[in-house]
């Protein structure tokens, strides 16, 4: 089955190194989310896409974070210089439907589990 | 502000008990969605179920049950029979009106059944 898959699975990253984490959604998934779980914690929201557009960026925790959609479909989340505090799971969630409510279930991907030395 | 709070960090049963998972929510809007997600020690989330903030009727799904009380700001989750394979986070998560559609994670309860 097409589920969202994400890329590297694990990543360990010298601190000030960039690092690029790859979300590929369900095909045809207009919403696009990236989520940030730390050790022992629930997702928190860092960013929204609809299609290409980038409507929501007010999780991201820093401007070192950056993310993109380019041709609305594959996302991917840069963190530059990375920094001890960005180790945590990073979670790509994708859902059927555009912004609103409505039963458009988010799916979520396997998640990237970065650590940052 | 928009809040979810599980307060059980972790529990413990013994196989075929019944559990009830605790899950309150703050929102002040009127539509809203309320959600379980399992999160077994692979790491991905699970999709249990969705609840909208208009239909208060409970759900039974084979040995999963769901009590939403709009009252009481709660919508907690009862596993009964218990067993070994439910053994995994249990995160309870809310979506209101005014969001894009992000979901608002509570910090999840860690069940461990034991055989």
């Known amino acids: 089955g097409a589920g969202v898959s994400q890329s590297p699975r694990y990543k360990v990253a010298k601190r000030g190194q960039d690092v690029a984490l790859r979300c590929d959604p369900i095909?045809?998934?207009?919403?696009l989310f990236w989520y940030q779980q730390a050790l022992g914690q629930g997702p928190e929201f860092l960013t929204y896409f609809q299609n290409e557009a980038q409507l929501d960026k007010s999780g991201l925790p820093s401007d070192r974070f950056f993310a993109e959609r380019p041709e609305g479909s594959v996302s991917t989340l840069k963190i530059q210089r990375t920094q001890q505090e960005d180790s945590a799971v990073y979670l790509c969630?994708?859902?059927?439907?555009?912004?609103?409510?409505?039963?458009?279930?988010?799916?979520f991907g396997p998640g990237t589990r970065l650590t940052v030395l | 502000a928009q809040k979810v709070t599980q307060a059980q960090t972790e529990i413990s049963v013994v196989e075929k008990e019944d559990v009830t998972l605790d899950c309150v929510y703050e929102t002040r809007d009127t539509t809203y969605y309320l959600f379980w997600y399992k999160q077994p020690p692979s790491g991905e989330l699970v999709f249990l179920i969705r609840r909208n903030s208009f239909d208060e009727q409970n759900e039974i799904s084979g040995r999963y049950s769901w009590n939403f009380q709009k009252s009481t700001s709660s919508f907690n989750f009862t596993i009964t029979a218990s067993q070994v394979v439910d053994s995994a986070v249990y995160f309870c998560a809310l979506r209101y009106g005014g969001s894009q559609g992000n979901l608002i994670f509570g910090k999840g309860t860690k069940l461990s059944v034991k055989p």
């Open positions: 969630a994708s859902s059927l439907a555009s912004k609103g409510l409505g039963p458009n279930e988010q799916f």
């Open positions: 095909s045809g998934h207009v919403s």
